[in-house]
């Protein structure tokens, strides 16, 4: 169908997640796919996006007109997530990581990560939460957890609706986000809610256009960066949960 088949009816499009950003995350994207994504996008009169990261790929990537594109961040329930700030008590630090499993979150780099955080704070813990979307990926991350010796401090929860995620995150101190590429980054906005400060990758996170200048969320391009910002913010812990919330 063409637009002028359709006349006078306007057409809006909403690319969440376009081919250019699973490229990004490493996922293997036929020419083909990014060819219907422009044709979808020549066809469209305006194009709603999440975020001011993505908008960009569409005008950098897909040369389309800034005209036609409408940023409207996407929202979290609120009745879900409200919470009051956080404490840290004693040496245990209980990192989390809202996300599924596949390649686009970079839960072996998220492992790693987290292995040098308890190289610096060794009673740290690590519950993940998030569905598996990727099987032979999930198999890489179980072997990746053993390699690293970390059987012990990693739990494994599988999925969560989002009225459970409030009870599953009790107790939870620091969401960890290095995902390769996030266009809005729900779990970051959903964690923030329930006063749980963030650490997440810089690259291609759609959250630093919101976020950068709060406090409650602290962005590295670096592991050795990750843990210098994460001692900082432990320090000023308490003020970055209230910051969340």
């Given at each position: 169908?063409?637009?002028?088949?359709?006349?006078?009816?306007?057409?809006?499009?909403?690319?969440?997640?376009?081919?250019?950003?699973?490229?990004?995350?490493?996922?293997?994207?036929?020419?083909?796919?990014?060819?219907?994504?422009?044709?979808?996008?020549?066809?469209?009169?305006?194009?709603?996006?999440?975020?001011?990261?993505?908008?960009?790929?569409?005008?950098?990537?897909?040369?389309?007109?800034?005209?036609?594109?409408?940023?409207?961040?996407?929202?979290?329930?609120?009745?879900?997530?409200?919470?009051?700030?956080?404490?840290?008590?004693?040496?245990?630090?209980?990192?989390?990581?809202?996300?599924?499993?596949?390649?686009?979150?970079?839960?072996?780099?998220?492992?790693?990560?987290?292995?040098?955080?308890?190289?610096?704070?060794?009673?740290?813990?690590?519950?993940?939460?998030?569905?598996?979307?990727?099987?032979?990926?999930?198999?890489?991350?179980?072997?990746?957890?053993?390699?690293?010796?970390?059987?012990?401090?990693?739990?494994?929860?599988?999925?969560?609706?989002?009225?459970?995620?409030?009870?599953?995150?009790?107790?939870?101190?620091?969401?960890?986000?290095?995902?390769?590429?996030?266009?809005?980054?729900?779990?970051?906005?959903?964690?923030?809610?329930?006063?749980?400060?963030?650490?997440?990758?810089?690259?291609?996170?759609?959250?630093?256009?919101?976020?950068?200048?709060k406090g409650c969320v602290w962005f590295f391009d670096?592991?050795?960066?990750?843990?210098?910002?994460?001692?900082t913010g432990i320090e000023n812990y308490q003020q970055?949960?209230?910051?969340?919330?």
């Amino acid at each position: 169908i063409t637009k002028q088949e359709i006349g006078s009816v306007q057409i809006i499009t909403f690319p969440m997640f376009s081919g250019v950003c699973y490229r990004i995350s490493g996922e293997i994207v036929p020419e083909e796919y990014l060819n219907c994504e422009l044709n979808a996008f020549k066809s469209s009169d305006y194009i709603f996006t999440p975020s001011y990261f993505e908008k960009e790929i569409l005008i950098k990537n897909y040369k389309v007109p800034e005209g036609k594109i409408r940023v409207i961040p996407r929202g979290i329930n609120l009745t879900n997530f409200s919470a009051s700030p956080r404490t840290i008590e004693g040496q245990q630090i209980n990192f989390c990581a809202l996300t599924s499993i596949k390649k686009q979150k970079n839960i072996i780099e998220l492992l790693r990560f987290f292995k040098k955080c308890t190289d610096n704070f060794p009673s740290s813990k690590l519950k993940i939460i998030g569905a598996v979307q990727d099987k032979e990926y999930n198999n890489e991350v179980l072997k990746e957890v053993q390699g690293l010796g970390i059987e012990n401090l990693v739990e494994f929860k599988g999925y969560c609706s989002s009225e459970q995620i409030a009870e599953e995150l009790e107790g939870q101190h620091i969401n960890l986000c290095l995902s390769k590429c996030e266009t809005f980054g729900r779990s970051i906005y959903e964690t923030l809610a329930l006063g749980i400060p963030n650490l997440c990758l810089k690259d291609n996170n759609a959250t630093y256009d919101f976020l950068s200048s709060k406090g409650c969320v602290w962005f590295f391009d670096t592991h050795d960066e990750g843990i210098s910002v994460l001692k900082t913010g432990i320090e000023n812990y308490q003020q970055a949960s209230r910051c969340a919330v």
